[in-house]
Each structure stands twice: as structure tokens, then as C-alpha cells.
């Protein structure tokens, strides 16, 4: 089982950035996939979720309005577009899979970090 984030980067305040996760290894169609982040010194933090099938999303409220979350099942790759990035969006981003229904059976990656600083 993989899951590999990528897109991370240095971008201005006010900028854009959209994460990717390539999954491989499990069943991807049948995962509700999710995206968290942890700053430094903090706990980590969900950011978003799309269902296995992508038709519900949920978000932060800190990124509701500035973030979409997608998948393409065809392809396993989950994603997190973040427009109009704030100084405390820095953060290493993880990728989640979670097998809904089921106890304890979920998934990590292991990071990208997204720094928002001019």
C-alpha cells in the first residue's frame, strides 16, 4: 500500500497551489479519501474529504470557499487545489484513505509541505 503526496512548494500569500496523491496497493474506488495537515508545533488538522465515490465533500471551515477537494478513480489519484494561500496554511499536507465501514482500517502518505511566506 502507497500513498504519495506531491505539489508541495514555496508560493506567495495569495497564491495557489494543488496537491496530489497517487494511491497504489488497495482498492482505491472503494476508499473515502482525505487531506490533513499539520503546522509546525501543532497537532495534525483534517483540511478535506471526498467520499469513495466523490459525490459529498467536506472541509475546514478555515478552507471552505478557498479549497476542492476531487478524485479520479480511473487514474487513483486524489487532489487538493488551494487557492488565495494565507502564512498559516503553512503546513505539511498528508493523504488519508479510510475504508468506510470498517474499524481501524485506514492509510497514511507520508507529506508534502506547502510553505506560504513572501
Known amino acids: 500500500v502507497q500513498l504519495v503526496e506531491s505539489g508541495g512548494g514555496l508560493v506567495q500569500p495569495g497564491g495557489s497551489l494543488r496537491l496530489s496523491c497517487a494511491a497504489s496497493?488497495?482498492?482505491?474506488?472503494?476508499?473515502?479519501m482525505s487531506w490533513y495537515r499539520q503546522a509546525p508545533g501543532k497537532g495534525r488538522e483534517f483540511v478535506a474529504s471526498?467520499?469513495?465515490?466523490?459525490?459529498?465533500?467536506t472541509y475546514i471551515n478555515s478552507m471552505k470557499g478557498r479549497s476542492t477537494i476531487s478524485r479520479d478513480n480511473a487514474k487513483n489519484m486524489v487532489y487538493l487545489q488551494m487557492n488565495s494561500l494565507k502564512p498559516e496554511d503553512t503546513a505539511v499536507y498528508y493523504c488519508?484513505?479510510?475504508?468506510?465501514?470498517?474499524?481501524?482500517?485506514?492509510?497514511w502518505g507520508k507529506g508534502t509541505l506547502v510553505t506560504v511566506s513572501s
Open positions: 488519508k484513505a479510510v475504508l468506510p465501514g470498517a474499524i481501524n482500517v485506514y492509510f
Open positions: 496497493g488497495f482498492t482505491f474506488s472503494s476508499y473515502d
Open positions: 471526498i467520499t469513495s465515490n466523490g459525490r459529498s465533500t
